[in-house]
């Protein structure tokens, strides 16, 4: 992550043919779109956004991210040491029925909640001792032209294009539309590739939770 939002400012302009004073974008109009266009990226790209931080449990089952948080990713270890293995609460419903009353011990097993990506349940219930390592989608704070981008420096060019789609589709006539579609188009493709690359290049075999309560 090396490059600054003002990088991506002069190259989208160079796209939309926008280099000439005065601008027919000025930079604060430019640099809200491009808020804009990263938080795209964090809703069809979470992974590409992740951050490791420890929090506090709550005494119970079900537990909250931090409140810059997208989705949750993956839960890692608890402060017993302990590593912490993601399960199928289906499975565990059939083999441990009123698992979320059990009471508290070392917490082994996490499961999503399917009705917010930013909760989570343990198992066994968490003590208000307890914390985890998590893994988590962390929301970008608003950027300004100064700041660097956070994101890999192999999405830049997909990232420039993606605020000349959206600096493009601001004109009506249809010559303007055409292109704000094919610069949308290469964004969207182009953060959709890093996907189509990790089947090809990731070993782990982790396609889905386990169905192995610990």
């Known amino acids: 992550m090396s490059f600054?939002?003002?990088?991506?400012?002069?190259?989208?302009?160079?796209?939309?043919?926008?280099?000439?004073?005065?601008?027919r974008y000025d930079d604060a109009f430019m640099v809200?779109?491009?808020?804009?266009?990263?938080?795209k990226a964090v809703i069809m790209r979470p992974d590409l956004f992740t951050q490791v931080t420890t929090i506090a449990c709550s005494a119970g089952a079900m537990q909250v991210c931090p409140t810059d948080s997208v989705r949750i990713m993956d839960v890692l270890t608890s402060s017993t040491g302990e590593a912490v293995k993601e399960i199928?609460?289906?499975?565990l419903d059939m083999m441990v029925p009123g698992?979320?009353?059990?009471?508290a011990g070392p917490t082994k097993n996490w499961m999503r909640y399917p009705r917010d990506p930013n909760r989570f349940y343990v198992y066994p219930a968490a003590t208000a001792s307890l914390a985890l390592e998590i893994l988590y989608t962390k929301c970008?704070?608003?950027?300004?032209?100064s700041d660097v981008v956070p994101i890999q420096d192999a999405y830049y060019p997909?990232?420039?294009?993606?605020l000349a789609g959206v600096l493009e589709s601001i004109d009506a006539e249809h010559v303007e539309s055409g292109r704000s579609k094919m610069f949308q188009d290469s964004f969207t493709a182009g953060l959709s590739a890093g996907l189509q690359a990790r089947r090809i290049t990731d070993t782990e075999t982790a396609a889905g939770p386990a169905n192995e309560v610990v």
């Open 88 to 91: 199928n609460q289906e499975v």
């Open 140 to 145: 970008p704070v608003m950027l300004t032209a």
């Open 158 to 162: 997909f990232v420039v294009d993606g």
């Open 4 to 23: 600054t939002v003002a990088e991506v400012l002069q190259d989208a302009r160079e796209l939309v043919q926008d280099t000439s004073t005065p601008y």
């Open 32 to 39: 809200r779109k491009f808020n804009q266009v990263i938080r």
């Open 99 to 103: 698992w979320e009353l059990t009471g």
